[in-house]
């Protein structure tokens, strides 16, 4: 008990608030001049930061992060899964998006996961081999390297390799992540013997945790490049435990893998220029089409998380949640109406049927948007000297996605599948409602609320933000860029704030601890359902401001760190 108490002292001196505490302060951001790291893992942020102290740039700390975070925390951080990262330099004023979200595999179909009675089987849709979209991670990271980034890919693993093989220690939130999924991890025996000592038992906080096969992994990887990843002995290891546990994954669907660059969305809000990710996420169109609403009120004059301001954010969710289970999917296989959707007239139309009063989500149908035809996942923000910042989104899924290690490869894998309609109008894990456009289909990939976003004033890197939590990533994203922009938060303030969310169904506003009684009282008289549950996101953000750069690592994930120089 007492070196669990003085390892979470440690942690704490390590991870979030490190400077502000040595300063005497927790109020502001931390600040610096040169370069900026926030991650949700002190010990990744600490190797990225050492990149750019070493003239690396913004996207070579943000490959190294990567990996380290997939060491550190496999919960979220991976090379099992995929995710979106935009890259934008201030100097050229382009912001690029690169696409790195895993796909169906071939022999994937609509109806995969529906049991004789037509309804979905959540065990296979969650937590089997056949739950698995092929990973991009691997190819999508290398991508941004050699395009965009200065460094080899091999000198990008070193901190990865080392942390995999010589270990770390243990922190109280990776000890009790484990022991929240322990009958999950220990369904399969790589699993098990990844997580769990020889007579079963669990790691203890302060204990060094070493993953041999995920090092050996990563070394291949750093020998032979990332296609060693998708054609070579780690590819081949993915197919054999997919055929031993009736996956879906070949080698072609691995060979075949490749990442996208896209143009991001793009969208205004109040004089300000808001760039986030495009399907097959729908977390840019909505992040930008909420927004979109919103700017027809004074939300500065209702007041931060007043009753008022959390009425009309509700309202405005709501409906951008609704136009989400009609209209988004893979833009590759699906039209999806993008300039519709985020054009401020039809957030102006969408507005005029808001009033004082709750509208019930029963009542809702998609907008006839402009053009149409026919828990765990990990963010971090980085930003350099040179004019470059990345926002970057990462994710298994689940908390340790299916709980499923590839054998000898010592890696998780993704349960994305999960992320399909697998039936149109059923909620899939996160109460999120899809349609047709989502559907499964082979060589698709999975709609995503994932939203890496950079926000512009006047041409220059302004924020840099985006967050884990399912659905709830949208809403926590937007109200972080409300907080700075609406209400003029310090972006410390702006990260710490109370979130609410409203996802159309269930037709309730989430709200964390922190919120008035009086503020509830007044919602409830609107004729909304409040319901107080655990936190949302862990959202880590960068504000770039008269040449200092201000940054703020979430409190609610305890490892979380922003450090600067």
Do not use: C
Not at 4 to 33: C, H, M, Y
Not at 36 to 64: P, R, W, Y
Not at 146 to 172: C, D, M, N, V
Not at 498 to 518: C, L, T, V
């Amino acid at each position: 008990m007492l070196r669990t108490k003085i390892f979470t002292i440690l942690v704490l001196v390590q991870g979030v608030f490190a400077q502000n505490i040595l300063e005497g302060d927790r109020s502001v951001p931390i600040e610096s001049k040169d370069g900026m790291v926030v991650t949700s893992h002190f010990l990744a942020s600490q190797e990225a930061l050492k990149v750019l102290k070493n003239g690396g740039n913004a996207i070579d700390a943000a490959v190294t992060a990567a990996f380290a975070l997939a060491v550190t925390q496999p919960r979220s951080g991976n090379i099992g899964g995929g995710g979106f990262m935009l890259v934008s330099n201030d100097k050229t004023n382009k912001v690029i998006a690169i696409d790195y979200r895993e796909k169906a595999p071939a022999a994937a179909y609509k109806d995969m996961f529906l049991d004789k009675d037509k309804n979905v089987d959540k065990k296979i849709s969650r937590f089997s081999h056949k739950s698995a979209g092929v990973p991009g991670t691997v190819a999508g990271l290398a991508l941004a390297l050699k395009k965009y980034g200065t460094i080899s890919l091999s000198t990008a693993l070193k901190p990865a390799i080392k942390l995999a093989q010589e270990g770390f220690i243990i922190t109280p939130r990776f000890y009790k992540g484990v022991l929240s999924k322990e009958k999950r991890l220990k369904k399969y025996k790589a699993s098990k013997d990844v997580f769990f000592k020889k007579d079963g038992s669990a790691y203890q906080v302060g204990d060094r945790f070493i993953q041999k096969d995920l090092a050996k992994t990563l070394k291949r990887i750093s020998k032979y490049g990332a296609q060693e990843f998708y054609t070579g002995k780690t590819a081949k290891y993915i197919v054999e435990d997919m055929k031993k546990h009736g996956g879906l994954i070949t080698m072609n669907d691995l060979k075949n893998y490749s990442p996208s660059i896209r143009k991001p969305v793009h969208g205004t809000y109040r004089s300000y220029d808001i760039y986030s990710m495009s399907p097959p996420s729908s977390g840019g169109a909505h992040v930008v089409q909420i927004l979109n609403i919103m700017e027809n009120y004074d939300i500065s004059s209702l007041g931060h998380n007043s009753a008022d301001t959390i009425h009309i954010m509700a309202e405005s969710m709501r409906r951008a949640y609704v136009d989400r289970a009609e209209y988004l999917g893979d833009s590759d296989f699906v039209k999806v109406p993008l300039k519709g959707l985020t054009s401020k007239a039809y957030a102006k139309e969408l507005s005029k049927n808001i009033t004082n009063q709750r509208t019930p989500s029963k009542d809702l149908k998609a907008g006839n948007a402009p053009g149409y035809e026919s828990n765990e996942t990990t963010h971090f923000s980085i930003a350099d000297k040179f004019g470059n910042v990345v926002s970057n989104t990462y994710t298994i899924n689940f908390s340790y996605g299916s709980g499923i290690i590839v054998n000898k490869a010592g890696f998780l894998l993704n349960n994305e599948m999960d992320d399909f309609s697998a039936k149109p109008g059923v909620a899939n894990a996160y109460g999120l409602i899809g349609g047709e456009s989502n559907k499964i289909e082979p060589n698709k990939r999975m709609l995503s609320s994932m939203s890496p976003t950079i926000v512009k004033k006047d041409g220059k890197n302004f924020l840099v933000t985006g967050s884990p939590g399912g659905s709830r990533i949208i809403t926590t994203t937007l109200q972080v860029i409300s907080n700075v922009i609406d209400h003029n938060l310090n972006i410390l303030a702006a990260v710490s704030a109370p979130r609410m969310h409203h996802q159309w169904f269930p037709d309730e506003i989430r709200i964390e601890e922190g919120f008035s009684k009086d503020t509830i009282k007044l919602l409830e008289q609107k004729g909304h359902k409040v319901v107080q549950k655990k936190s949302m996101g862990a959202i880590q953000s960068i504000m770039i401001k008269d040449g200092i750069f201000y940054g703020a690592a979430d409190p609610r994930r305890s490892t979380s760190s922003a450090l600067g120089f």
